[in-house]
């Protein structure tokens, strides 16, 4: 997956805490590399503060987010098992509500990267419910992650329950366009479980319609242009082509008339 959220992008909340008597703060600067992408070094700091006992669970929280990041380029088995033991041995009792949030989010991280993509969507439909806990982007990544989870897990299933999981992407979609018209993750996945219905009609007409609502998003729509186009030019053409009895050149034609109208 190319696109924007090509799985899950990082954030991490910042947490209110009590300044630590002890300068520098290792806590603070586990969290600021982890925020930064210097996740080996967010590491060791991480491991530094959870030598103070009150800090040792959020000290933990970040060494696992840390673990997850580096999974993700790596594809290391032995991150993926240092994050889910982090995960698995810190007190989530213990942590602040924008910390649960990120534990919550790091536990539908190693979910769906165990291929456990049912339960990563259970998990992230929870984030979802705390959308006021969440950092600034944080619920359009969410938003991103969980449809990417109900849509791996959908695959696998029977053509009658994977239609109940695409019905499901699109209605809190038309929720999500309705309230926030600029929401990327909403406009790509309303095309996107169209077309995993086999509504391939629906599912071009929202690749439209998401072309021309781009310039709501904060970067004037350059993220989900991309993935639209790559949407359309790769699986909507040469399926509804197909369907339509139409050369594939004739779809592309007709997408790339249309974007020349719409885009500046």
């Known amino acids: 997956m190319g696109r924007f959220g090509a799985v899950l992008l990082v954030f991490f909340a910042s947490a209110t805490l009590a300044a630590a008597a002890d300068p520098p703060d290792a806590l603070a600067r586990a969290r600021a590399l982890y925020n930064s992408g210097q996740f080996e070094a967010a590491i060791a ?73 049912g339960a990563a969507g259970d998990v992230f439909t929870d984030v979802l419910a705390r959308a006021d806990d969440l950092p600034a982007g944080g619920r359009e990544r969410v938003l991103d992650w969980w449809a990417s989870a109900i849509d791996r897990d959908a695959r696998a299933r029977a053509e009658i329950d994977r239609q109940g999981a695409y019905q499901r992407i699109r209605d809190r979609m038309q929720g999500e366009i309705a309230a926030r018209p600029g929401s990327m993750a909403a ?48 699986l909507l053409v040469p399926e509804r082509a197909k369907v339509l009895a139409e050369p594939p050149e004739t779809l592309r034609q007709e997408w790339e008339r249309f974007k020349g109208k719409w885009t500046r």
């Open 45 to 117: 700091a991480a491991d530094q503060a959870r030598l103070i006992a009150a800090r040792a669970d959020s000290a933990d929280l970040i060494a696992a987010r840390s673990y997850l990041e580096r999974f993700r380029d790596s594809q290391a088995s032995d991150d993926l098992a240092n994050a889910r033991a982090r995960l698995t041995r810190l007190d989530p009792q213990r942590l602040g509500g924008r910390e649960r949030v990120d534990f919550l989010v790091g536990l539908g991280e190693a979910l769906f990267f165990d291929g456990a993509f």
């Open 187 to 234: 406009s790509y996945w309303l095309s996107a479980a169209a077309r995993g219905q086999g509504d391939l009609q629906a599912a071009w007409s929202a690749a439209e319609a998401g072309w021309v609502r781009a310039g709501l998003a904060s970067d004037r729509g350059t993220a989900l242009r991309a993935d639209l186009d790559r949407l359309v030019l790769q």
